[in-house]
């Protein structure tokens, strides 16, 4: 619980935040569950596709 004797530290969502906005994780999320859906078919469908 907080301290009521303590001052309240007062900031705007942009300095709280203090990080860089660079977009690339966007691009990391998407390919990796892009790879994770095309390995875990392979794993699935594999044995039915390449079958002798």
Not at 28 to 37: E, F, H, K, M, T
Request: zero cysteines; aromatic letters at 8%; charged letters at 20%.
């Amino acid at each position: 619980m907080a301290d009521p004797n303590q001052p309240r530290i007062r900031e705007s969502g942009e300095e709280a935040r203090a990080g860089e906005t660079s977009g690339h994780m966007r691009w990391v999320l998407g390919i990796s569950i892009l790879l994770a859906v095309v390995v875990l078919s392979l794993l699935v469908w594999g044995p039915y596709l390449f079958h002798k």
